[in-house]
Structures are given as structure tokens and as C-alpha cells.
């Protein structure tokens, strides 16, 4: 599903490819298949705001690399503390098109989850040290999610290994397999 997702792709142009704006003023295509088990804006920011790692997906010279990765979602971009030093960052430096897959649930009925495809972008200096003070807005919130999140005491830290990223998304598909058990004929 990733793989494929990578390969597919694409930049929006003019032409209407059932793309809406989003919260950030850029198109996000939307979900044509399995609406009815998709999860409203509202239950995929809860869910985003509260998982703690997902799949990365990237693409390097020999195919597709996956890796898992914490992250926070704004409500409009997702947003990756990475290792400057990795593979992620070397195809990111390559071809910014990423693939992120966050999912939950044990058993089939309980599945749920949420797939981005977009953009990686670098934001701020890289890598972001601790004894700079590089004047980033655009880092603020972020940063102020990433340390609520990961329970780091009072703000971020910076290593001087990491730098962001942020994924803009292109399109945006959910799922969550406990819807199916409302519907009819599936008592």
C-alpha cells in the first residue's frame, strides 16, 4: 500500500482531482473509497494527537525505505524531529515525496488508522542546536506539541542531530474497522 502510494504521487495542477484546501491553504485530495468507515476530521486529529510513533516512508535510489518515527500533527501539516545523519534524510535530500502510515488496533474489528502522502520540507537550521536561538515562528508550535507529547519538562530539546521536517499533505485517507460493526446488516 505504501509502495504504491509513493509511486502515485503526485503534485496537484489545475485540474480538479477532487482536491479541497486544506486547513493550510494547500489541496489535500479526498478519500474516494471506504467513506463510510473513514474517520472525521475531528477523530483524526484526536487519534493523530494521541499516537506516539508512525511509518515513514521515503524513496532511496533502491526502492522504498520505511521507518518509524515520532511526530506531531498541527491539525493541517505532520510534522518529524529527524536524524540529520540517515537514510530518511538522505532520500528526503533526493525526492522530498514522502508516505506516513499511523494505525492502531490489535484484532480486525479494532483497526484504525490514518495514511498521509504528501512533501517533506526542511524548516529551521539543520542540524537545530541547543545554544542557538534561530528565531523559527514556524518552529513554535511544533515544538510545543513535540515536547507536551513526549513528556519533555517544560520545552524541546536539541541535540544537534536532529532538524524537522514537514510533510505536507497531498492526500489524506483514515480508516477505523470499529465503525463497520454499525452498520447495517452487519449485526
Known sequence: MIV????????????DHGASPGRNGVGVREQRRS???AMSVEERDVFLGEQRTCRLATL??????????????????????????SQ??????RDPRVAAVVDAGEHYHELHGVEIEGEAAVVGPVPRRADEDPQTPELAEPE???AAKYQ????????????????????ITSWDFRKLASLPGRN
Open 60 to 85: 532511496g535510489p533502491g526502492g522504498p525505505h520505511v521507518s518509524p518515527v515520532w511526530f506531531v500533527w498541527d491539525g493541517a501539516v505532520l510534522w518529524v524531529y529527524s536524524l540529520t545523519r
Open 144 to 146: 510545543r506539541l513535540m
Open 152 to 171: 519533555h519538562p517544560g520545552a524541546m530539546i536539541h541535540d544537534g542531530r536532529h532538524a524537522w521536517l514537514r510533510i505536507t499533505p497531498a492526500k
Open 88 to 93: 530518511r534524510w538522505t532520500d528526503l535530500q
Open 4 to 15: 504504491d502510494s509513493l509511486r502515485q504521487i503526485a503534485p496537484l495542477s489545475g485540474h
Open 35 to 37: 467513506r463510510v468507515i
